[in-house]
């Protein structure tokens, strides 16, 4: 509902608004756990049982770490309130205040089946699974069909609680001190806490099973089998709990004076200086554990509990009041999903604080301050160029960054500030070529800051899933010399013709890493691994944000709207709005003496999109849209190598990207009265998956479907 009030003078006046939204997502699908090369077949443990007797395109194959199946439920909650007061005191003096709430309630089910061990490359991982059966696909350099013994397999619900709260407060002060000269002031705060109640995961365990999987016939939903009753309660144990709590702060406070001084009809000088502050601050904890010793074989025989702790192996055999059975409407495997609260209640999971006590995690107790200081001058000019109206705008703005991260690193807390400062001149202009004919021309250096979350010390790691994500206190801003021109056509009322051309010369940018790396080179002490799974002799997923060394990007977009204005009346109602977007770019992912030229991470080369929308006196409006986009680069060096059999040369093949993908969404309404108008929403009608790739061979990571999705509204105003 929206409500507003204006008194009889017309000088205050108020507005209020209330919104309210509901949202459940059922997502199916597949995830490979990204993709990986064994290492030497001859030592160690990372390699299969049988790798001597397996021939050099089996053991330097590219394989689904753990080819699973997936399925994830999302409700979503929004309560949003927006209020907005404005005083004229006098006829030079007006006070603007504004107020947002918003709160976001969030719920994450993930209901997984994985053969956890294909990813291990401890003693009781890879090194006990022997290989049968297989098909060999040179092209990829990958084993698209395996059958393989010893493998362990786990059933896992894994459930996220999240609160989000946002608050933002702002006054805005605009004065004329004459006709020609006025000052706006304003000054704002706002914050925004997410508190992670609960981020639980209750895992049962197979061990040493027989699976087998078949990607030849589908990449995005294969065949997975195994040789065990996934539907009986007692061919599971009860392997291990998770609990991963925490909470995160972003702040902002701004304050800003502008002047504005019209000194004839041409010029109007401009200049203003700003004042911001954001802060970042995140805490986590953990109760995770692992239950069985996952390292010691047999598997399944020997706890890993702390001292004290009354837990049995009796108390691991799952029973049936411990979970249920669960069916993937996609025909997917059913089996015996664990019910984390049950399983909890079981082994007193929140309440023991012996077998499971709540400890910080030290990485992600980290935090950032950055003040940033800015003055600006401009002149804005309407005037003629050869009887052809011109206007525009030149200016150039100075701004400071000053940033202190901290963070811990190997349990030292470290606190480093940094600080730096941009020019930023700016030039736009517009010309009236003709009765509607608009020429556009800018051209400006741009300056985006990174994330404050990106730019703590230290990480963390996830011993569970092998990875170890860092910050970068020392992450570079994206900087650019940007040009823009462009040709507007307004041909007839409400339609459009343009065609814009423009170019970015990137000087930094941040840049997305990930790498595998042993845990010995990460520099980081072993006790960080105390209570499993991982080892010291593991692989870990190495993930940060470095510096690009700069480079390019230029492109074309093309855009054209009309109603239409032919043909009978009914038609007349109708119009279109089309847009076509061709990007390229090239950016040195490497170093100045060793460049290595890919694309921006999220740039899709070709994008379009067309609109058909429809609208009558009576009040009933819907359009119907169709959405392209093609693929998009997410990592630009993947971890998949070729088939060189030497584990030190093998080359990385390419990037890791997006599916190209494209999709019907369609939205109409029809207004009742002055008040009421009701609202229909229908996305994804051509039930398009969302899939994430892997190297240059296209391997599939992660593919899901969201199915088609529909959503009815109300919008009341008073």
Not at 128 to 157: C, F, I, M, P
Request: proline share 4%; hydrophobic share 35%; aromatic share 10%.
């Amino acid at each position: 509902p929206l409500a507003n009030f204006v008194n009889n003078e017309g000088t205050s006046g108020a507005a209020f608004s209330v919104s309210f939204s509901q949202r459940s997502l059922i997502q199916e699908g597949h995830n490979s756990g990204r993709g990986e090369r064994l290492g030497n077949p001859a030592s160690g443990n990372n390699r299969r049982k049988n790798a001597s007797t397996l021939p050099a395109e089996v053991n330097y194959a590219n394989i689904p770490r753990f080819p699973r199946q997936l399925d994830r439920n999302i409700d979503l909650e929004r309560l949003g309130i927006t209020g907005t007061v404005e005083w004229k005191i006098t006829k030079e003096t007006k006070i603007v205040l504004d107020a947002l709430r918003a709160d976001l309630g969030y719920q994450q089910t993930d209901l997984t089946l994985t053969p956890i061990s294909l990813a291990r490359t401890g003693a009781t991982g890879r090194r006990e699974t022997t290989v049968g059966n297989y098909a060999y696909d040179a092209t990829t350099n990958s084993l698209q069909y395996a059958e393989l013994n010893g493998v362990d397999v786990r059933s896992e619900n894994a459930f996220v609680d999240a609160d989000t709260s946002f608050d933002q407060y702002s006054l805005a002060l605009e004065h004329s001190f004459t006709d020609s000269f006025r000052i706006k002031v304003l000054g704002g705060t706002s914050e925004s806490k997410t508190d992670l109640i609960e981020e639980s995961t209750a895992i049962f365990e197979r061990f040493n099973a027989s699976f087998a999987y078949d990607y030849r016939n589908s990449h995005q939903n294969p065949t997975l089998i195994y040789n065990f009753d996934l539907s009986a309660p007692n061919s599971w144990q009860i392997s291990e709990v998770r609990d991963r709590p925490g909470d995160t702060t972003n702040a902002f406070d701004v304050g800003q004076i502008d002047l504005i001084w019209e000194l004839n009809e041409t010029f109007t000088a401009k200049a203003g200086s700003s004042w911001k502050k954001f802060s970042f601050d995140n805490n986590k904890y953990s109760r995770d554990k692992p239950i069985i010793d996952q390292n010691t074989a047999p598997q399944g025989s020997k706890l890993s509990m702390p001292a004290g702790c009354g837990i049995t192996l009796t108390d691991l055999n799952v029973t049936n009041d411990l979970g249920s059975l669960y069916t993937p409407s996609n025909g997917a495997n059913t089996f015996f999903l664990p019910n984390m609260k049950n399983v909890a209640n079981k082994l007193g999971f929140f309440t023991d604080t012996t077998c499971f006590p709540l400890t910080a995690t030290a990485g992600e107790d980290r935090s950032v301050d950055e003040y940033d200081r800015g003055h600006y001058v401009q002149v804005d000019f309407a005037s003629e160029l050869l009887s052809m109206p011109l206007r525009g705008d030149v200016g150039v703005r100075y701004v400071e960054t000053m940033q202190t991260s901290r963070g811990l690193v190997s349990g030292a807390d470290v606190s480093l500030d940094r600080d730096y400062s941009d020019t930023l001149p700016s030039i736009n202009l517009a010309l009236e070529a003709s009765d509607g004919v608009l020429l556009r021309a800018s051209w400006s250096k741009v300056m985006t800051r990174p994330g404050l979350g990106s730019l703590t010390p230290g990480g963390s790691v996830d011993r569970f899933n092998r990875a170890y994500t860092a910050g970068n206190p020392n992450l570079n801003p994206f900087r650019a010399d940007a040009l823009d021109l462009s040709v507007e056509w307004y041909f007839a009322e409400e339609a459009l013709l343009s065609l814009a051309w423009f170019e970015k010369d990137i000087e930094s940018f941040p840049a997305n890493i990930s790498v595998n790396r042993p845990w010995s080179e990460l520099g980081l002490p072993d006790s960080l691994l105390a209570g499993g799974p991982a080892t010291t002799a593991d692989t870990f997923n190495f993930r940060s944000t470095g510096n690009g060394e700069g480079g390019k990007l230029d492109g074309w977009e093309l855009q054209y709207q009309q109603p239409f204005t032919f043909g009978p009346a009914w038609l007349q109602m109708f119009g279109i709005k089309t847009n076509v977007t061709i990007i390229e770019s090239q950016v040195n992912r490497g170093t100045a003496m060793e460049p290595k030229w890919r694309r921006l991470d999220g740039q899709s080369d070709d994008s379009y999109n067309a609109t058909l929308w429809y609208e009558n006196e009576s009040g009933f409006s819907g359009r119907v849209s169709y959405t392209f986009r093609s693929d998009y680069q997410t990592t630009a060096d993947t971890v998949l190598k070729d088939a060189t059999p030497d584990v030190n040369t093998a080359a990385t093949v390419g990037s890791d990207n997006t599916d190209d993908v494209g999709v019907v969404d369609a939205s109409f309404s029809y207004q009742i009265n002055d008040n009421l108008k009701l609202t229909f929403d229908a996305l994804n009608l051509t039930d398009e998956p969302e899939t994430s790739l892997i190297s240059d061979y296209g391997l599939v990571d992660t593919s899901l479907k969201s199915g088609r999705q529909f959503y009815v509204g109300a919008q009341y105003s008073f």
